[in-house]
């Protein structure tokens, strides 16, 4: 294994130690700039790693962390579901029919180039300074970039599959349903993995608009105003913490909805489907598990947004006004695993017919 070797490829164990010498390096460098009583870098300006851990202490007495976090997620979340479910059907629109894509296609490439932070005032005054702004903000400032992405998808379709079923004598609506939807969805799923680093910037620019909460008006509000730069790091790692979890759930979400994109990365160099080790079984083992539980948590927790028979709504005061999308997609995610368990249950118990 030659670790400078271009592309070259390193172990699970490997990659593993060197992400731990990669952060110890960087918490060394990050110590060595602050520690001294002359540092070079003043507290006011990089606080020491100890001053950020306290922050957080800090953070969850005096400016509640817990709830502010959880109204950035579901604000996250809403901006998303509104974004993908416009450019879904606008990109399929205008990528697929000469008259939309001769209409719109320039005005789709530049739209890229409006500065989000620019149009703030304009959404201020749609939509005033409420949720509603925020959504609507965020999920503008993906749909211009997931728009152009769906377009060049399209493009990408290879011309076997379209000449295959050409051949087969397809209809139009049945070469998009079993070619182009396939294929294209498969393949955005990896762009809006990629857009979420891009949203957490927009959510700070639209919750440091109002008193609605959230990491941004915090990050605003009591970070920059107070002078309190250990709180503003501490919260950037509550960001940086979020955002590898949602791109590690998203590749276990991939994995599950497309998992033909992972059969020729689990194949060796001979062809053959690589044979799963004992680790990564019991993994795969405790994920679906732990899936279930937490399913079963929220199933009771939504019960209760209706009833209420814990005295409280913790999903609603977590999540705010965006409570709902977090109802849309949880049940939709719950719907689609029962429905393939349920497939694969009764295929289990359909007698094997002997070779």
């Given at each position: 294994m030659n670790l400078f070797k271009l592309r070259g490829e390193i172990t699970s164990r490997t990659f593993f130690f060197l992400t731990l010498v990669g952060g110890a390096f960087v918490l060394g460098i990050w110590i060595l700039l602050t520690s001294g009583p002359n540092p070079v870098f003043p507290p006011a300006i990089l606080p020491t790693p100890g001053r950020v851990l306290g922050a957080f202490g800090d953070l969850y007495r005096d400016n509640d962390i817990v709830r502010n976090t959880f109204l950035s997620i579901g604000l996250n979340l809403a901006g998303y579901v509104e974004a993908i479910a416009l450019?879904?059907?606008?990109?399929?629109?205008?990528?697929?029919l000469p008259l939309l894509r001769g209409g719109f296609q320039f005005q789709v490439d530049a739209i890229r180039y409006i500065p989000l932070t620019a149009l703030t005032g304009l959404f201020i005054v749609w939509?005033?300074?409420?949720?509603?702004?925020?959504?609507?903000?965020?999920?503008?400032g993906i749909l211009i970039y997931l728009l152009p992405v769906m377009m060049q998808r399209i493009d990408e379709v290879q011309d076997v599959f379209l000449k295959t079923v050409y051949t087969l004598?397809?209809?139009?609506?049945?070469?998009?349903?079993t070619v182009y939807v396939p294929s294209v969805i498969s393949r955005l799923s990896d762009d809006i993995r990629v857009l979420t680093a891009i949203s957490w910037t927009y959510i700070i620019v639209a919750e440091g608009i109002g008193s609605e909460g959230g990491i941004g008006s915090l990050i605003w509000r009591v970070g920059l105003r107070q002078g309190r730069v250990d709180k503003v790091f501490a919260m950037l790692i509550i960001i940086m913490v979020i955002g590898v979890l949602q791109d590690r759930f998203l590749v276990w979400l991939d994995k599950h909805l497309f998992?033909?994109?992972?059969?020729l990365r689990e194949q060796d160099k001979t062809g053959r489907l690589q044979k799963q080790s004992v680790?990564?079984?019991?993994?795969?083992?405790?994920?679906?598990?732990?899936?279930?539980?937490?399913?079963?948590?929220?199933l009771l927790l939504f019960v209760n947004e209706f009833i209420g028979f814990l005295g409280s709504k913790p999903l609603s005061y977590l999540f705010g006004s965006t409570v709902?999308?977090?109802?849309?997609?949880?049940?939709?995610?719950?719907?689609?695993?029962?429905?393939?368990?349920?497939?694969?249950?009764?295929?289990?118990?359909?007698?094997?017919?002997p070779a």
């Amino acid at each position: 294994m030659n670790l400078f070797k271009l592309r070259g490829e390193i172990t699970s164990r490997t990659f593993f130690f060197l992400t731990l010498v990669g952060g110890a390096f960087v918490l060394g460098i990050w110590i060595l700039l602050t520690s001294g009583p002359n540092p070079v870098f003043p507290p006011a300006i990089l606080p020491t790693p100890g001053r950020v851990l306290g922050a957080f202490g800090d953070l969850y007495r005096d400016n509640d962390i817990v709830r502010n976090t959880f109204l950035s997620i579901g604000l996250n979340l809403a901006g998303y579901v509104e974004a993908i479910a416009l450019a879904i059907p606008l990109g399929f629109l205008i990528g697929l029919l000469p008259l939309l894509r001769g209409g719109f296609q320039f005005q789709v490439d530049a739209i890229r180039y409006i500065p989000l932070t620019a149009l703030t005032g304009l959404f201020i005054v749609w939509f005033g300074v409420g949720i509603e702004m925020k959504v609507h903000f965020l999920a503008f400032g993906i749909l211009i970039y997931l728009l152009p992405v769906m377009m060049q998808r399209i493009d990408e379709v290879q011309d076997v599959f379209l000449k295959t079923v050409y051949t087969l004598g397809a209809s139009g609506w049945q070469t998009v349903r079993t070619v182009y939807v396939p294929s294209v969805i498969s393949r955005l799923s990896d762009d809006i993995r990629v857009l979420t680093a891009i949203s957490w910037t927009y959510i700070i620019v639209a919750e440091g608009i109002g008193s609605e909460g959230g990491i941004g008006s915090l990050i605003w509000r009591v970070g920059l105003r107070q002078g309190r730069v250990d709180k503003v790091f501490a919260m950037l790692i509550i960001i940086m913490v979020i955002g590898v979890l949602q791109d590690r759930f998203l590749v276990w979400l991939d994995k599950h909805l497309f998992p033909h994109k992972y059969q020729l990365r689990e194949q060796d160099k001979t062809g053959r489907l690589q044979k799963q080790s004992v680790i990564g079984v019991v993994w795969q083992y405790i994920t679906g598990t732990l899936f279930w539980i937490l399913c079963a948590i929220y199933l009771l927790l939504f019960v209760n947004e209706f009833i209420g028979f814990l005295g409280s709504k913790p999903l609603s005061y977590l999540f705010g006004s965006t409570v709902w999308v977090v109802h849309l997609v949880s049940l939709l995610l719950i719907g689609y695993f029962a429905y393939k368990a349920f497939k694969n249950s009764r295929k289990s118990k359909q007698p094997q017919t002997p070779a």
